[in-house]
């Protein structure tokens, strides 16, 4: 029952575990099934591998505490050598590496798969274990702050921007690139292009109301502007 034993362990069993057969066979499952891991809130602190390479592995500590029959709380261990996910096809990928403090969950596998995770090829279980976080995956991407880079898939199109304030944005009149719009008939047009005065910059050349010399009636072309 709930309580200290003579030994002092508290321990998980209810005054109600025992009223029946049904009680007791209840209380002896969910003692089972606390003894295997599916799904567990986990965070990042640390990461191995990853960039322009083969997918890495993270170390992660669960974030839900233990807890004993006299509600008392521990914490977990950290869980090392974990392989995490990207969005991959053949030799194509989109890499987004996970950081130390990013949560996610790790999801448990049913045998131990420390032979694939050293060979990447098929093998037999490495041990008796099952339902181990030993044989997690790391799934990120949850629980976590506001990005400052990203792709944004909205309503109006597509919105690109980095940590360098650099931003591509796709919609219907065309595509956006830090403030200078590209239309689908190739009309150039933005902010900073062309002054009040038909003055302005590319390509880090002065172009609008100027004259370039050295110009020969008939069907050549101008030299490049010259500012």
């Known amino acids: 029952m709930t309580g200290t034993n003579s030994d002092g362990y508290a321990g998980q069993q209810q005054v109600s575990a025992a009223a029946s057969d049904y009680n007791v066979t209840y209380f002896i499952v969910q003692q089972i099934l606390g003894r295997c891991s599916f799904m ?31 509600g008392n709380s521990s914490e977990h261990g950290i869980v090392y050598n974990l392989p995490y996910t990207r969005l991959q096809g053949g030799d194509s990928a989109v890499i987004i590496d996970p950081k130390v403090g990013d949560i996610g969950w790790a999801c448990c596998a049913d045998r131990d798969g420390s032979v694939v995770k050293s060979t990447r090829a098929p093998g037999n279980p490495g041990s008796q274990r099952r339902y181990s976080l030993s044989d997690a995956v790391y799934l990120g991407g949850i629980l976590n702050a506001a990005p400052m880079q990203y792709v944004f898939f909205t309503e109006a199109g597509i919105e690109i921007r980095d940590r360098n304030d650099n931003a591509i944005v796709m919609g219907a009149t065309g595509i956006t690139i830090n403030g200078v719009l590209f239309d689908a008939a190739g009309n150039i047009s933005g902010a900073g292009t062309v002054d009040a005065a038909g003055e302005g910059t590319f390509d880090g050349h002065t172009v609008g109301a100027h004259t370039h010399g050295g110009i020969q009636p008939g069907s050549g072309s101008t030299d490049p502007p010259t500012g």
């Open 40 to 70: 567990k809130l986990v965070q990042v602190v640390g990461v191995s591998g990853g960039g322009v390479a083969p997918v890495g592995f993270v170390n992660v500590k669960p974030m839900v505490n233990l807890v004993d029959g006299a």
